[in-house]
């Protein structure tokens, strides 16, 4: 339950995103399928997060350190264009255009928001 909780918190940080930022996009007509494309692409977001993330952390550890962490943007930005890129390839309705500054945002806006509304769901501890 607290996975679908989690996709659900991600979708909606995605979708604030495409309201806020003038370069991301859903371009899905219908409700359901703005929902439905939103679901789906937080699916992809998480995958690409949780496969990729640890892997450039660990190989670009001297990057993070030397510029004291300021690289992570550079980083989150480009897993957000990869996520964008994928979802293209599955014919799903969300779009980035350009790497500055509608990825870097993007993703500052949807991991400051997903912090926000995770910090109200009780992690059943």
Known sequence: MGILIRLVITAISLWIATVVIDGIS???DSTAG?????????VIFGLVNAILRPIIKLLGCGLY???LGLIALVVNGLLFMLTSWIAGQLDL???VDNFWPSA???ALLVGIVSWLLNMLVPDGD
């Open 26 to 28: 859903l371009t899905t």
């Open 34 to 42: 703005k929902v439905g494309t939103l679901l789906a692409v937080a």
């Open 65 to 67: 350190v030397l510029t």
């Open 93 to 95: 309705g969300f779009h």
């Open 104 to 106: 870097v945002l993007g």
